[in-house]
């Protein structure tokens, strides 16, 4: 369904779910950093943004009430230039209260933390759609153990603030199987089968909105346990759906493979069309 950048801006449902792909994304974005930077221009700058990313896990949902949000290398072995990055995103208590708000109004048990920062599943993302830091930044954690509907019921506890000019930034990757990295990598191999197979197959399923086919996907798709071994960096996907609200459609700004093994696939929210 093609949308112009003005439409995407009048239809835009104040939710992204963006890549971060490996570490060395924030050294070499690519493709898909050159499309997650426009597509931020062709959209209304947000109020604040919450951002949820696997890096971050609590066993239950925590936020993050930081003045000022440090950035988390949480990484090991990669070069010297990486860990010289900062990106220096400035929190807001005034937000962290809604969002706490919100999820209690939901019915779920919340915790709030004053120091947490950004890890690099949220730094790096950000640091690529708003390079200066300007917009403040509420980190939300989230929990791999409890599941596609637990992450699904935290994106629809954040709904409402998206009518405030909040941004929800679900931070993943459609695919995410690292131990076949190491093997391409290690070998200098291929892509496998698999990876753009579960990429094509999440594509079509959220443009179907089959919802309940997703959440199940490991019924429901073959290849989803190895695109997926754990849950957590395909969890942030239906923080996204939970947050855009029914009937929201999802467009992708981006479509692509790096690193053998990762889809980084980005979608942005919209109202579906009349």
């Given at each position: ?6 439409s995407?801006?009048?239809t835009?449902?104040n939710v992204l ?7 060395t ?10 499309a997650?930077?426009e597509v931020?221009?062709k ?5 604040a ?5 696997p890096h971050w896990?609590?066993r239950?949902?925590?936020v993050?009430a930081a ?7 949480d ?8 860990y010289?990055l ?7 208590a005034?937000?962290a209260?809604e969002v ?16 947490h ?20 930044i ?7 153990h ?14 409402a603030l998206?009518?405030?000019?909040i941004?929800?930034?679900a ?8 131990g076949?990295w190491?093997v391409?990598?290690?070998t200098g191999?291929?892509?496998p089968?698999y990876?753009?197979r ?10 179907a ?9 490991r ?6 346990r190895?695109a997926?071994p ?7 996907l ?6 855009a609200g029914?009937?929201a459609h999802?467009?992708?700004?981006y ?14 929210f919209?109202?579906?069309a009349?």
């Amino acid at each position: 369904m093609p949308y112009t950048s003005k439409s995407l801006m009048e239809t835009f449902r104040n939710v992204l779910f963006v890549p971060h792909g490996a570490p060395t994304f924030a050294l070499n974005p690519g493709a898909a950093g050159a499309a997650m930077s426009e597509v931020v221009l062709k959209l209304k700058p947000p109020r604040a943004i919450v951002v949820v990313s696997p890096h971050w896990q609590t066993r239950k949902p925590t936020v993050s009430a930081a003045a000022q949000l440090e950035t988390i290398h949480d990484f090991h072995g990669f070069p010297a230039a990486l860990y010289a990055l900062q990106y220096p995103a400035k929190g807001s208590a005034e937000v962290a209260l809604e969002v706490a708000a919100a999820l209690r109004l939901a019915g779920l048990e919340v915790a709030e933390d004053s120091q947490h920062g950004l890890d690099h599943g949220a730094w790096q993302p950000l640091r690529q759609m708003f390079p200066d830091a300007e917009v403040p930044i509420v980190p939300l954690s989230m929990q791999a153990h409890a599941g596609p509907a637990h992450a699904l019921r935290i994106g629809q506890a954040l709904s409402a603030l998206t009518q405030t000019g909040i941004w929800v930034v679900a931070s993943g990757n459609i695919t995410h199987n690292l131990g076949d990295w190491h093997v391409a990598a290690s070998t200098g191999g291929q892509t496998p089968a698999y990876v753009q197979r579960f990429a094509d197959w999440v594509h079509d399923t959220l443009i179907a909105h089959a919802h309940t086919q997703l959440l199940n996907y490991r019924q429901h798709n073959t290849d989803g346990r190895q695109a997926h071994p754990s849950e957590d960096h395909l969890l942030p996907l239906f923080v996204a759906l939970g947050a855009a609200g029914p009937g929201a459609h999802p467009q992708a700004f981006y479509r692509g493979i790096s690193d053998y093994v990762i889809a980084m696939d980005g979608y942005a929210f919209v109202n579906a069309a009349e």
